[in-house]
């Protein structure tokens, strides 16, 4: 279970990524059944293997230390029985979604009598690099493989025991069942080097995905010389407009910045029109102190609330993931708006408003991959909007915006049925 | 109407992308009818000026001698008054195409109530860089502009008189019915430095889309820091399989092959069964020779057709773009498959068959962009697809793949409807 000694490691990536690029080709056409098998035999596998995977974990929490992480990155780390369920249960929830590959997602018959076809296909090869949790593993390989792409996991260094044991249970399955061999492979090395080998190995591999903080993201970004599918910060905004109902307000302003606050659809910002603001600021702030939550405002907010710090530009920009909230007074939803696509970082933004214009306004002119009506941004989240599971969130435009699930893990091929038609 | 002499060329394309990304949040929202009405008055303008167009175009075809164009150059750089008809036409194609943005693709109402919606919304900023052909800068011009971008056009040094002067009525039309200025805009210099400037602009500049040789796009690939919609090679086949109706096989052969011989879904490579190869291969040389194509062969092909020349490796991973065809005889439908993914480019590729079996094995085996089944190859276009006009056949699985219409310069956004929801 060692992790492995690599001497020539230029040659392990490229075979590694040669390996995944050959299953690929065969996943393409695999019978929906095989890979619905594998998922399931998976979970049991992981159920069974509790103590093989209990006893990896170990290694990766001794270590722990020697990497200097936060009693949070530690509980992160851990694989206990109820996260090991829980992973299995994603799998299983991954095999019960409908199968991608090969659905016809448009047709026409053209007036020759062409019928075209809009089929479902997969990337091909996935190269996934992730921080901490060992439980993405299990998730990022499914979500992979059920879309009909080879992957390649890179984990990090603090989990790479509990990673390289979750593998070998996947690996496992797949004999079982046929899965082609090299249709989930681990890096089996902590040299950081071998993210640069396989970022330059564009021939074999299609897409890198980095899952983690925004320095991972830029050096993969940078380095990579194949399209990423990028994940960088949320700088999330509630706006309660002047026609707010203002219970609803405050209960979507508490719930998006205190339900959970280390993930990037919580809110870092509340923009108040000034209409409501003598009212609503200081009720909401008084619900946001019970829950500890630090306010940092304008001029306008601190003659309100007047507990609250004085905000900086870069308080504005600032993606807290903790217990702060940035706090902005405007005179229009248009500066509302302006605000929100100046200092934001078009990941999640909500508006609260009882005004059919204003919030037809908001979601058009807001450009955020979700803009969300009267409700929470924590709902930005692929389960939520009914992707199934998700491999991240993007923050690009180009290929997938926002939750990625399997849909976004896939491209199309053109199947044209003819008679025997040529151009004239 | 010269090109200008551009003193500070960083600060210049700097300023071209800022007031490209200005007009796209504009773009972004505005009414179809606008865009409709640009699209519509510059046809006008295009027909109305066909005296400054004429002397634009004057001024490049007597510098072409200087640029050592072919007489085939010369002639696709020719605006003659059928060609800026064309041109004219194809806004109005264009205008009449349905309005993409704001389109919901997606929807569904979460058990909560939630109801999410998937709406399409413009990419941002285009940076198009196409060599020769002026009718190009309209037709890529009106593509973006409909889909709710702002774009940068950059044509070849061989056209800039006539692109210069088809903008300046694109902009003139542009201003008249409140286009946002800035919307569309022409790099008004031919040296080469501003390419490598926009593409370092990726805090402005979104997508860049290369359309010409080969050697403009691994350019325009190594050097971009947005993403790139690429068109490489079409090194396209047509597999004549053992269940073919040979007289249709004959037909499509020779439509694929000769029918317009310079474009990227012309056929390079015959692909030939071997229990048909004997009645058939005779028999399309014969019509091949008629059209003075050239045959280069495997072993087994030049048994059967004497005057085929020896293929090599080269040959058949080749575009000729030109009368030359590579053939091969395969003992399988298998080794077909295996010899298109292998030397092909993953463009365009047909099946001659009447085996239902071998028709559904060949379209899901074969990886690219179409795969066709009994018709020429011919007919991977935009407009034979009913996509209505297109910027180009991207050989991308990433984001788009095959022809790209006004839909594939497009994202989208998650808009979710609510009425209080928050996370539990």
């Not at 992979?144 to 496992?172: D, P, T």
């Not at 407009?241 to 659809?265: F, H, P, W, Y």
């Not at 708006?337 to 058009?364: E, K, W």
Request: with cysteine; charged share 25%; proline share 4%.
């Amino acid at each position: 279970m060692a992790v492995a000694e690599i001497s020539d490691l230029r040659k392990y990536c490229l075979e590694t990524a040669q390996r995944a690029r050959g299953a690929s080709a065969e996943l393409a056409s695999l019978a929906s059944g095989r890979k619905i098998a594998w998922l399931k035999r998976a979970a049991e596998l992981l159920r069974s293997g509790q103590s093989e995977l209990a006893e990896a974990n170990a290694l990766d929490l001794a270590a722990a230390p020697q990497f200097a992480l936060t009693a949070a990155q530690i509980d992160r780390l851990r694989l206990a029985p109820s996260a090991v369920e829980a992973m299995a249960v994603g799998l299983e929830e991954i095999a019960a979604l409908p199968e991608p590959i090969g659905e016809v997602i448009d047709s026409s018959i053209r007036p020759n009598g062409l019928e075209v076809l809009k089929v479902r296909v997969p990337l091909g090869v996935m190269f996934f690099i992730y921080e901490s949790r060992p439980n993405v593993t299990a998730d990022a390989a499914a979500i992979c493989v059920k879309s009909g792409n080879a992957v390649i996991l890179r984990g990090g260094k603090e989990a790479v025991h509990s990673n390289r044991a979750i593998v070998a249970l996947l690996e496992q399955a797949a004999d079982e069942v046929g899965l082609p061999s090299g249709a989930v492979q681990f890096v089996n090395t902590i040299d950081r080097e071998a993210v640069g080998q396989f970022l330059a190995l564009d021939k074999y591999i299609d897409v890198a995905i980095p899952r983690g903080g925004e320095s991972l993201i830029r050096r993969v970004a940078a380095e990579a010389k194949m399209p990423v599918i990028k994940h960088f910060t949320g700088n999330c905004h509630v706006y309660v407009d002047r026609s707010a109902d203002l219970a609803m307000a405050e209960r979507i302003t508490v719930n998006a910045k205190c339900q959970r606050m280390g993930v990037c659809n919580a809110a870092e910002s509340l923009v108040v029109h000034r209409d409501v603001a003598p009212v609503f600021l200081p009720r909401v702030a008084k619900a946001l102190a019970q829950r500890n939550i630090e306010l940092r405002g304008d001029g306008r907010t601190r003659s309100l609330v007047p507990q609250a710090k004085v905000a900086s530009e870069d308080d504005f920009a600032t993606e807290y993931l903790g217990p702060i909230l940035s706090i902005k007074v405007v005179d229009s939803i248009e500066e509302a708006v302006d605000h929100i696509n100046r200092y934001g970082s078009h990941h999640t933004d909500a508006v609260v408003t009882a005004d059919l214009n204003a919030a037809r306004m908001f979601v058009t002119a807001v450009d955020s991959a979700a803009v969300i009506v009267n409700a929470s941004t924590r709902f930005n989240d692929g389960a939520e909007f009914g992707l199934g599971a998700e491999i991240g969130i993007s923050t690009d435009k180009f290929h997938a915006r926002g939750p990625c699930g399997i849909k976004e893990l896939t491209s199309y091929k053109y199947v044209v049925y003819g008679a025997g038609q040529v151009r004239e």
